[in-house]
């Protein structure tokens, strides 16, 4: 990954650019993003602009022997470090470290530099546990980091989600953290650096990475997707500047007619005060697997968006399809605009009780009867 392969953050790659070209890196940086902004991409791209004998002032040269190894995530002084748990390949005996799924992972960073955490956890397979990076990770990097550099340059760690650290594996890192090996650079990368123990942050150069300007998102979304300007620049302001908020729109809107059929159930359960259809409904949403209850949640939020949209009177910039346009407008007539931001807020509930593994039927029970009474 090279600076110029990177969607946007002019401004943050001239500076790191810059720190870099002077010799004024710190040997711990923490990138943080709320998601899909690049910050993973940024730290690979630092540490491949850092080692590369033949780079320019704006960028590595993309041809040298450690450019090549880098593109590929091989090079032997690059280290990964990212959230793991027992899977059906790795089970909990062999305590998952990153180094037993470093080829999943770079396979995956490769086919989407933006991939986000949940992502992960599907290429992998994880079902319903949370990754973390335990004290056996934690060694190991020790141990890395403690070897000379193989190729007589720097060595990098790049430590992905860092606030999946436990405390145990977080205290046994302070002390490489505070007097890191010479040419050792840490980089961290997080989307939640206030879960991160303040003694590892205040040792780090922070950076916030900022969302991606919407005109460059609006470009990549046309190029990439062969949408108009108009179509791609709504796409863009819904993303906020995340890239992966964008590929996530895109799936959701081809899986959208999937998970359709339930939430017109609750929709028009709620509306006619038919009880049991609200709770057909929601058993059914409770029977999906942990990822369809997501992707139900977030296609459900992009329909309310819809329809708010055309009880706006903005039609043209809702997208709804003409399967739905008959319901859409119907729902948009009778919901009190009251019901957008409270259905919002009980979707973002229920995404947040999904991820910490709540009982699914107490959850979709919640928000059956949340949508009962705020359409009545």
């Known amino acids: 990954m090279k600076f110029s392969e990177i969607i946007g953050q002019i401004q943050l790659k001239s500076k790191l650019i810059g720190l870099s070209r002077d010799g004024r890196l710190s040997h ?39 450019c090549s190894k880098f593109s590929k995530l091989i090079h032997p002084d690059l280290h ?6 027992a899977t059906k390949k790795i089970n909990s005996e062999k305590k998952p470290v990153s180094d037993h799924f470093i080829s999943t ?14 992502d992960w956890y599907r290429v992998i397979d994880l079902e319903n546990k949370q990754g973390i990076i335990g004290v056996n990770e ?43 090996p ?3 650079y840490i980089l961290l990368v997080s989307k939640n650096p206030e879960r ?33 300007i108009e179509e791609s620049q709504l796409w863009a302001r819904v993303s906020g500047g995340s890239i992966s908020k964008v590929n996530e729109l895109m799936v959701t809107e081809k ?54 949209i055309v009880s706006l009177g903005m039609e043209d910039l809702s997208f709804v399809t003409e399967e739905q346009k008959s319901a859409v407008h119907r729902w948009a007539s009778a919901f009190k605009p009251s019901f957008y931001k409270k259905s ?13 593994n709540v009982n699914s039927k107490f959850i979709f029970a919640d928000l059956g009867n949340r949508f009962f009474l705020y359409l009545q």
């Open 80 to 85: 990964f470090s990212f959230p793991v748990n």
């Open 138 to 180: 934690a060694s190991l990097i020790i141990r890395k980091l403690s070897l000379k550099p193989f190729e007589n340059g720097s060595k990098y760690l790049i430590i992905w989600l860092p606030e999946r650290m436990n405390q145990e594996a977080a205290n046994r890192l302070l002390k490489t953290l505070e007097e890191p």
């Open 28 to 66: 711990a940086i923490l990138l943080c993003e709320k998601g899909g902004y690049g910050a993973l991409s940024l730290a690979v791209a630092l540490a491949r602009y850092n080692s590369c004998p033949a780079r320019t002032a704006e960028d590595s040269c993309g041809s040298c022997p450690t």
């Open 255 to 308: 899986e959208g007619e999937e998970y359709y059929d339930y939430t017109a159930m609750l929709l028009e359960g709620s509306l006619s005060r038919n009880l049991l259809q609200v709770i057909d409904a929601w058993e059914k949403i409770a029977a999906l697997g942990r990822e369809k209850q997501k992707a139900f949640c977030i296609s459900t939020m992009e329909l309310i968006r819809r329809i708010f």
């Open 105 to 118: 992972f770079r396979s995956a960073f490769l086919a989407d530099p933006y991939i986000e955490e949940q």
């Open 344 to 356: 919002y807020e009980a979707l973002n509930s229920a995404l947040a009780d999904i991820e910490r």
């Open 182 to 184: 010479d040419e050792t």
């Open 196 to 228: 991160i123990i303040p003694t590892i942050v205040s040792r780090c150069q922070v950076f916030e990475v900022p969302p991606i300007d919407t005109d460059i998102v609006t470009e990549w979304i046309s190029r990439k997707y062969g949408l108009t």
